[in-house]
């Protein structure tokens, strides 16, 4: 509906503490900077904005009437943030000037997914090219450049929270893993699978220990991987009309999760 909400989960009364109105179509990213006073939106108005948390003020407004697929800040500087576009580029913005500091071009189809690894010195981008390519950071050609025949899109990324891993949603019905250690290399021994997620870019994530993965599918239920194993721990429905498009573990409350789907609910499991 084009807003950005923030909610209060703290207090178990989960409203809405703050709702920010800017864009006039529907948000497709979204991240709070490393202290949380700032985050960036971006929509599907091909605007990107940067919010004051506490005010609920745009405190910028970028565009270069391209539609950014994902936005993540620069986890050294919260004035840096980069956005992966619609014109096979990815764009790296400077807060400040409000201007390009920085063009990263070899992608041949539209950028869908950006994931900083290394502590920040390399980031990781994906694209409907199938091609998974790595960067190191302000360098505008790639120190990897990673094709397979059997590689399909991956539109989702997301760190391992306590090893040099990160793990892709193919559109093959499967997640796979890549090791982030001196190389990018995609290993081949873990892959999680059972879950329906073609033409979904279903958000994923790893439990704050390490120990277990989650993923929402195109028919809306909620998967939970062993990480060691690879096999399904849990399955259930969590959402109706349509995919479970987002799921986080809650940083401090371990067992509790965060989902949510096409029906417009955001749900808290236990």
Sequence with gaps: DGTCKVWDVAQESYHPLRTYLGHSEGIRSA????????FLSSGFDRYIRL???ETGQAVSTFSN????YSVRFYPHDNNIFLAASSDNKIYQWDARTGAVAQEYHYHLQACTSLLFID???KFVSTSDDKKLLVWEYDIPVPVQYIQEPDMHAIPALANHTTEDYFVGQSMDNKIVVYSNNERVKLNRKKVFKGHNNTGY???MDVSPNGKYLISGDGLGSLYIWDW???KIFRKFAAHDQGPCMGAIWHPLH???IATCGWDGLIKIWE
């Design 31 to 38: 991240q709070l900077n490393a202290t949380g006073e700032r």
């Design 51 to 53: 919010w004051d948390t």
């Design 65 to 68: 009437r391209k539609m950014s």
């Design 119 to 121: 502590q920040g010195r």
């Design 201 to 203: 870019a279903c958000q």
């Design 228 to 230: 060691k194993t690879g």
């Design 254 to 256: 371990a067992s509790r």
